[in-house]
């Protein structure tokens, strides 16, 4: 037994711990993953090999799985090719609806899902609806927006009334995906919608751990009208399945840490092919001395403890004004402590558990090695056996420093560290020293302040008075990270067009790019210069 096991029994039975396990649900991993779920979602999985997955809840096993091979993922890539040559053949529109029909249905038929999601990551089932509404934005937005996204636009030509000019999107062709495990529904079909309508195919490797969550996504694409060829999946090891995708991929798509996803750059640019990448984060909140304190303190718990803090853009740095931190972290420990950890099927847990032994593993030494160099613990910080095997109190850390692995380590759990401060342009300074750039949040009563410090915030996305959800949920605005958190973005026009090839189309009318009607060199040389001088003028762009 670990020293935070013996003390989390003690506070068991003294009844000095105030966080509490929340109450069980009655349904049980069996009674969703049943033997005829599992074949069905695993039909098409293109695997010669056997593994398997489980549920952090109780590290019980949830499904055997079949387990694909460098070949088995040479032929998806096969099937995938063959089937896209059809789909990017139907109209945008034909392909928009399905993913307005795909919308209803996960609205539909969410109470499957949340299941498989929490049963698969461990989460809360609030965090987990976070997926499901992640989902129908997205399907919602580009069910609307593709056809105007990837209509061909016209453009000034070179010589205006004589050169026509188109621009097309071309889709790239088969787009290889490689999921992760923290938002197995949003992280893998969110990524692929765009992909789809833009005429693509996709083959797809979520993480086996959570990859039921990912098949049912497919089966109900496939009942929206996406043909079932077009959708690839692959099971694997990472290591093993990973970089053969990135071997036959047309665009590679990959959210995950930051050292695979330098490995996956370098064998996407050996084959010159294009990349998108989200990767890891150190995320800060500032709350400056204006800030609602207890407005700042509630949205604390969401922006740090959401899905156990195994999110990439929760927040692990907490920079608090000096003339108000101890209000703040009086207010923000009391809501920390308040919280319900829970593995129930039904909504009333406050937090979830970590995804495994390896998460657990990493928060525990990150926690254990600050306290022991001298930070203090203001809430948390203990393992909790007692409600499984993987969950560990959201945990709030004072007068951590350098060189503190929780410092500057991403944790990828429930820790955050509060810093205080009392100059802007300093915290500004100390929040961006960081090799990521993915999210933060400032918190102001002053709304033209707030815009201020985000625009100097090296972050992809920024919220003001929240931590994550408003940018991420506003799929019209392009969301990814600065710097070592990653390359290009999902969401928006830039979410969709990363999937396609700009085409220019020029038509040449009348007269050629070259010497006519009885000039010579000089004479068409000087007729161009003329030109060019005239359309200065008239402010042609």
């Known amino acids: 037994m670990t020293d935070s096991q013996a003390q989390a029994e003690t506070q068991q039975k003294t009844g000095t711990n105030p966080i509490a396990a929340a109450p069980e649900g009655a349904r049980t991993a069996s009674d969703v993953v049943t033997p ?6 695993t039909r098409d999985v293109v695997g010669s090999g056997r593994t398997a997955n489980h549920t952090p809840f109780t590290g019980e096993k949830l499904a055997d799985l079949p387990e694909s091979t460098p070949e088995d993922v040479a032929t998806a890539f096969e099937r995938a090719r063959a089937a896209q040559e059809v789909w990017a053949k139907t109209p945008v529109r034909q392909r928009a609806a399905v993913l307005l029909r795909f919308h209803d249905l996960v609205l539909a038929r969410q109470a499957e899902v949340l299941d498989l999601i929490q049963l ?12 499901v509404q992640a989902v129908a934005v997205a399907a919602r937005h580009y069910g609307r927006k593709a056809p105007s996204y990837l209509k061909p636009r016209r453009h000034t030509g070179a010589v205006p009334t004589l050169t026509k000019v188109t621009e ?7 787009v290889g995906q490689i999921a992760p495990w923290n938002y197995p529904l949003e992280l893998s079909v969110g990524d692929a919608l765009p992909a789809f309508v833009a005429g693509n195919a996709v083959v797809m490797k979520p ?4 990859c039921l969550t990912a098949l049912w996504a497919r089966d109900l694409l496939i009942e929206a009208g996406l043909p079932a060829e077009v959708f690839q ?3 694997g090891e990472g290591p093993v399945v990973g970089p053969e995708l990135v071997k036959h991929a047309d665009y590679v798509s990959f959210t995950g840490s930051t050292r695979t996803g330098r490995e996956v750059a370098q064998g996407a640019a050996a084959r010159l092919v294009g990349v998108s990448l989200e990767l890891g984060g150190k995320n800060a909140m500032l709350v400056l001395e204006d800030a609602d304190v207890e407005k700042a303190a509630a949205g604390a718990v969401r922006a740090c ?4 803090g195994q999110l990439c853009i929760s927040i692990e740095r907490l920079y608090v004004h000096e003339s108000i931190a101890d209000v703040f972290l009086e207010r923000f420990a009391a809501r920390t402590r308040g919280m319900r950890l829970g593995r129930s099927l039904a909504y009333g847990a406050d937090m979830g558990s970590l995804v495994g032994e390896r998460q657990l593993e990493t928060v525990t030494r990150h926690v254990e090695e600050a306290v022991a160099k001298g ?14 095997p993987y969950f560990f109190e959201p945990t709030i850390l004072d007068g951590v420093e350098a060189p503190m692995a929780v410092c500057g380590e991403e944790t990828f759990g429930p820790v955050v560290s509060v810093y205080r401060f009392t100059d802007e342009d300093e915290v500004i300074g100390v929040a961006n020293a960081t090799p990521y750039g993915l999210n933060s949040s400032v918190w102001t009563k002053d709304a033209k302040r707030g815009h201020a410090v985000a625009a100097r915030l090296r972050t992809g996305t920024v919220n003001i008075n929240e931590g994550y959800a408003p940018a991420y949920g506003s799929v019209q605005s392009p969301m990814g990270g600065m710097k070592d ?3 290009g973005r999902r969401h928006g026009s830039e979410g969709i067009l990363k999937y396609t090839e700009a085409q220019t189309v020029a038509h040449q009318r009348v007269m050629p790019m070259a010497p006519s009607f009885g000039m010579d060199d000089e004479k068409y040389a000087a007729f161009m210069t003329r030109s060019l001088s005239a359309m200065k003028r008239l402010r042609l762009k």
């Not at 930070?375 to 499984?388: E, H, K, M, Q, S």
């Open 36 to 41: 005829e779920l599992v074949a069905q979602l």
């Open 375 to 388: 930070a203090t613990l203001v809430a948390g910080g203990v393992a909790r056996p007692d409600i499984g």
């Open 485 to 487: 958190s990653g390359l």
């Open 207 to 210: 993480d086996t751990e959570t």
């Open 233 to 235: 999946v692959v099971l």
């Open 120 to 131: 698969e990551t461990g989460k809360a089932r609030l965090h987990a609806h976070e997926e």
């Open 168 to 174: 097309l999107r071309q889709p790239r062709g088969v």
């Open 305 to 308: 403890f959401s899905s156990a």
